[in-house]
Structures are given as structure tokens and as C-alpha cells.
């Protein structure tokens, strides 16, 4: 079975910190890998997305650094807020579609004031 | 509507009863995608839809569930003879073509089988 393994399971941050998420596949047939933002009661919204072509990939205070090699890639917050705790997942799909997109299980990311 | 509608937003019901679950893409959206997300995990593929085709059934976790979509917009998921692990939120997600993954996702319907 595929799979996307996420690390940490929960964090919390103090305000104005760096959060740091990690994941790490195992099907190099993945292309895509896209992070999820989920807020209690809400469904996910997509946050970010990256292709294995870019070892980098910035939008605001959100990064995603990648590594092939490594078949690892993780989701940095920069100067991270009160606004930003939120569920986040991981995930990877192949041919960018949603059809054999992956989830990682989350991390529950707390920005304490 | 401006987002993805599921309806209703939460269901309890008995054991063994069949529960239909409700989701109103976002309008001219042709991928229509249904997962399950159990208490504290990830989220689960269930099916997808292309049009009103299903291509890809392989998520549906036994032969008591199935799902349908008419006139490329609402879609529903059908649980036959409810079982206790079937308790969870079971999320609806669209996006413009199959070659993209979810934007948004619907709030979902927590289903809870007492």
C-alpha cells in the first residue's frame, strides 16, 4: 500500500516562531505533493503544492523544502501565529490528480500567544 | 454556491439502517472526489468521479457502500445496514478538471452509528 508517513503527530510553537512539518513517501511514482490545511469542523483547503522538479517552493510565510533523494519534503511557517493552529497533512499524488492522492495522518499545530 | 455543500452536516443513526449522504459540488466542477476521515487520521479515498462515470471504485471499503452522480453535479453516498466503524466524517471535495487535486473541501457529514 502507499504510503505518506508525517511527523510530528502534534506541535506547538510559540508565536512568531518557525513551524517545521515532516513527511516521507515511498513510491517514487509520486509527482505531485500538495499540504492541506484543516481548521476544526472545517474541511481541508489545499495550502501549498510542490513538483519533485524544485527543491523549493515559498507563498508568504509557507515553504515547502523538497528532497528526492530523500523521498522527503516538509512544510515550513514562518513567523508562525495564533491563526495558523490548524490540523495539517501531507500528501502525494501521482499525475497531479486526485485519483491515488495519499494523506498523510496530520500534525495538530498549536501557536501558543 | 461559492464552496462545496454537503448535507446534512451530521447523522446519527442505529445499526443496521441505510444512511444517504449529500454533496452539491462547486458549479461547472467535473471531478467530484468522496473520502472518510476517521477520528484523528488521515483521509481516506473512497471514489471519484468524472463526469457522472465512476473510474476508480477502488476506495469503497465493502460492497454496502456505493455512490452515484446525476447531471455532473450532485453526487450521493449510499451506507447500506450502517456497522459501528463506519462512524466517521466523510468528506466531499471538487476541482475543474481530474487532472487536479482538491481545492476545497466540504465542512463533511459526521456520521455517528450508535
Known amino acids: 500500500q502507499q504510503q505518506v508517513k508525517q511527523s510530528p503527530q502534534s506541535l506547538i510553537v510559540q508565536k512568531g516562531g518557525i513551524s517545521i512539518i515532516n513527511c516521507a513517501y515511498e513510491?517514487?511514482?509520486?509527482?505531485?505533493f500538495p499540504w492541506y490545511q484543516q481548521f476544526p469542523g472545517k474541511g481541508p483547503a489545499l495550502l501549498i503544492a510542490i513538483r519533485p522538479d524544485v527543491s523549493e517552493k515559498k507563498e508568504g510565510r509557507f515553504t515547502i523544502s523538497f528532497n528526492k533523494s530523500a523521498k522527503q519534503f516538509s512544510l515550513h511557517i514562518m513567523d508562525s501565529q495564533p491563526g495558523d493552529s490548524a490540523t495539517y497533512f501531507c500528501?502525494?499524488?501521482?499525475?497531479?490528480?486526485?485519483?491515488?492522492?495519499?494523506f498523510g495522518k496530520g500534525t495538530h499545530l498549536i501557536i501558543q500567544p | 454556491g461559492a464552496g462545496v455543500s454537503q448535507s446534512p452536516s451530521n447523522k446519527v443513526t442505529e445499526k443496521g439502517k441505510d444512511v444517504e449522504l449529500r454533496c452539491d459540488p462547486i458549479?461547472?466542477?467535473?471531478?467530484l472526489y468522496w473520502y472518510r476521515q476517521r477520528l484523528g487520521q488521515g483521509l481516506e479515498f473512497l471514489i471519484y468521479f468524472q463526469g457522472n462515470s465512476a473510474p476508480d471504485k477502488s476506495g469503497l471499503p465493502s460492497d454496502r457502500f456505493s455512490a452515484e452522480r446525476t447531471g455532473e453535479s450532485v453526487s450521493t453516498l449510499t451506507i447500506q445496514r450502517t456497522q459501528q466503524e463506519d462512524s466517521a466524517v466523510y468528506l466531499c471535495?471538487?476541482?475543474?478538471?481530474?487532472?487536479?487535486?482538491?481545492?476545497?473541501f466540504g465542512d463533511g457529514t459526521r456520521l455517528s452509528i450508535l
Open positions: 458549479s461547472g466542477h467535473t471531478a
Open positions: 500528501a502525494a499524488s501521482m499525475g497531479g490528480g486526485a485519483d491515488g492522492l495519499t
Open positions: 513510491n517514487t511514482a509520486f509527482d505531485y
Open positions: 471535495a471538487s476541482s475543474l478538471w481530474d487532472t487536479q487535486v482538491p481545492q476545497h
